[in-house]
């Protein structure tokens, strides 16, 4: 069964702290990786990441591939609060009639000032 | 720019009542979808469609139904609603869909609650 694991569920730093989330995948015929934000509503997209080893970048955050180990990390350096909010993972594959995406369960970062 | 528009934002339904929740999109994509976002559970896919009168099951398509009567609609209906369907309903929509390697573009939500 295709899977997506984030880790960790949550975590708490501070302003300026830097940090990194973690998302590991099982899933045949995978295609792509995808980033989103979440905040109160809608999943905002981040990230694309279909290359091992490219890193993808904007402003403070930044993302990348490892197709041979089968994860992906987000790093965001200098947090502030406007960080906090729920980062999903999920994983894009061209398996079946249409291809799927699957979602993990997430990864909530609280940003403290 | 609206992008993908839901509506209603939030719905208190009592059990056996029926709803329709509305999505349009202004983006011409072909390709819509539902999902459902529950505690714990990540977001599941519902239905999707991959063009104007076409709708597919996906992951969780029980106690819903599903019409695309013009491209830049998708509309999701609980016919007779459980408890079990209190949840966040989000609808997106993408260019290519899953096979074309597009992201997905979301709505804001409806929060659905059924008593």
């Known amino acids: 069964e295709d899977k997506v694991v984030q880790s960790p569920l949550s975590l708490v730093v501070h302003e300026g702290d830097t940090v990194t989330l973690n998302c590991s995948y099982e899933?045949?015929?995978?295609?792509?990786l995808l980033w989103y934000k979440q905040e109160k509503k809608a999943p905002t997209f981040l990230f694309m990441l279909?290359?091992?080893?490219i890193e993808k970048k904007s402003g403070r955050l930044s993302s990348i591939l490892d197709k041979k180990e089968l994860f992906s990390i987000l790093n965001i350096t200098a947090t502030q609060t406007g960080d906090s909010a729920v980062y999903l993972c999920a994983a894009m594959n061209y398996g079946g009639s249409q291809g799927n995406l699957i979602f993990g369960k997430g990864t909530k970062l609280s940003v403290k000032p | 720019n609206a992008g993908v528009t839901q509506t209603p934002k939030f719905r208190v339904l009592k059990t056996g009542q029926s709803m329709t929740l509305l999505c349009a999109q202004d983006m011409n994509h072909e390709y819509m979808y539902w999902y459902r976002q529950d505690p714990g559970m990540g977001l599941r896919l519902i239905h999707y469609s991959v063009g104007e009168g076409t709708t597919a099951k996906g992951e969780v398509p029980d106690g819903y139904n599903v019409s695309r009567l013009k491209k830049q609609n998708f509309l999701l209906g609980l016919e007779s609603a459980a408890p079990s369907q209190t949840s966040v309903y989000f609808c997106?929509?993408?260019?290519?869909?899953?096979?074309?390697?597009?992201?997905?573009?979301f709505g804001n939500g409806t929060r659905l609650t059924v008593t």
């Open positions: 279909t290359s091992s080893g």
């Open positions: 899933v045949t015929n995978f295609r792509s």
């Open positions: 997106a929509s993408s260019y290519f869909g899953f096979r074309g390697n597009s992201p997905l573009h």
